[in-house]
């Protein structure tokens, strides 16, 4: 599969209008599969809406995003009136894991993995989040993938995505959990010799109703 992620801030003026008008051309135009939805309160750089479409590959996702049904959704997201900041990133399937399970919370997160990146200290990083669902039972799906575009508050080169049955298991387990802190944290703390990530971020998330990260 071929994702494409926007995480667009409204003007709050225009947020009913977009919204609404994103939502009716995310029915209407081919795709796998659409997320959108409002974020919840507690997001870090996380936007009013996670949009998230899935699509056969990537030049059936360009001709979806070029269409005429998503044409008025685009001059809305393209507008600095009405959506003064988006992060945008497009990005095929990365390493995916966990089972296909219901509802709950949908959380990503987006980093630039920017301080002497070389292969072998981008491999272990990747490795190493892709291991956490194994510590943390409370993950159900997740997916570790790298940017083939993006834009916003940096050119993101990963994201890291992960299902949950409910906020808690993203705020309790996972955020706290001993793994996270001994194996991953240290890639984004300047105080580590690994450091590797940029530590301006985006973590969002939102509700949803059937599983997102699909293979």
């Avoid at 943390?136 to 993006?150: C, F, K, L, P, Y």
């Avoid at 906020?167 to 706290?176: H, I, N, Q, S």
């Avoid at 991953?184 to 990530?197: H, I, K, S, T």
């Amino acid at each position: 599969m071929y994702n494409h992620l926007i995480i667009p801030t409204f003007a709050p003026e225009h947020r009913d209008e977009a919204m609404r008008t994103i939502a009716e051309a995310s029915a209407a135009i081919d795709s796998a599969s659409i997320l959108f939805a409002p974020t919840l309160p507690g997001v870090y750089n996380g936007g009013d809406a996670i949009w998230r479409g899935s699509f056969a590959d990537r030049a059936a996702c360009e001709a979806a995003l070029a269409s005429d049904a998503w044409a008025h959704a685009a001059r809305l997201l393209a507008d600095p009136a009405v959506t003064p900041h988006a992060d945008i990133v497009s990005y095929a399937n990365g390493t995916v894991g966990g089972p296909v399970d219901g509802g709950g919370l949908y959380r990503v997160a987006l980093f630039r993995a920017s301080v002497n990146p070389t292969p072998e200290r981008l491999d272990q990083f990747g490795q190493q989040t892709s291991s956490l669902p194994k510590a943390i039972s409370s993950i159900r799906r997740w997916q570790v993938a790298t940017a083939d575009e993006a834009s916003g508050l940096h050119e993101w080169t990963h994201v890291w995505e992960q299902e949950y049955a409910d906020r808690a298991g993203l705020e309790g387990p996972y955020m706290m959990h001993p793994a996270h802190w001994a194996h991953v944290e240290r890639w984004f703390d300047p105080e580590y010799p690994e450091f590797l990530v940029h530590p301006l971020l985006v973590h969002t998330f939102c509700a949803i109703e059937q599983p997102v990260i699909v293979a």
